[in-house]
């Protein structure tokens, strides 16, 4: 089993940033892949961003590139996501995800957090 606790969502006005967190626990967390998921209001859940297990390789979607980033730091077990320029279209659910499979991280990984809420403000 792996646990993921997010943490760092709250209100932003547009153009600003925020650092959310994911503290994960559990198995070997470095064979994982991880990443953070979306969901706005009345849309499905998206994908935003995620990071293979040993921290090579990194993807995210066309909507947050050049904006957010995604780390990992091995010694805290935690995840981060850093949102820069952020805009209103950002406001939602964001949650941290985990997955063995570089594919199902970014479709369906199995490891959900409970979500941190994120709202930016026009």
């Known amino acids: 089993q792996v646990q993921l606790v997010e943490s760092g969502g709250g209100l932003v006005q547009a153009g600003g940033s925020l650092r959310l967190s994911c503290a994960a626990s559990g198995r070997t967390l470095n064979s994982y892949d991880m990443g953070w998921f979306r969901q706005a209001p009345g849309k499905v859940r998206e994908f935003v961003a995620a990071?293979?297990?040993?921290?090579?390789?990194?993807w995210s979607a066309d909507s947050v590139k050049g904006r957010f980033s995604i780390s990992r730091d091995y010694v805290k077990n935690t995840l981060y996501l850093q949102m820069n320029s952020l805009r209103p279209e950002d406001t939602a659910v964001y949650y941290c995800?985990?997955?063995?499979?570089?594919?199902?991280?970014?479709?369906?990984?199995?490891?959900w957090g409970q979500g941190t809420q994120v709202t930016v403000s026009s």
């Open positions: 990071i293979t297990g040993g921290g090579a390789n990194t």
């Open positions: 995800v985990a997955h063995q499979s570089t594919i199902m991280i970014r479709t369906n990984p199995g490891y």
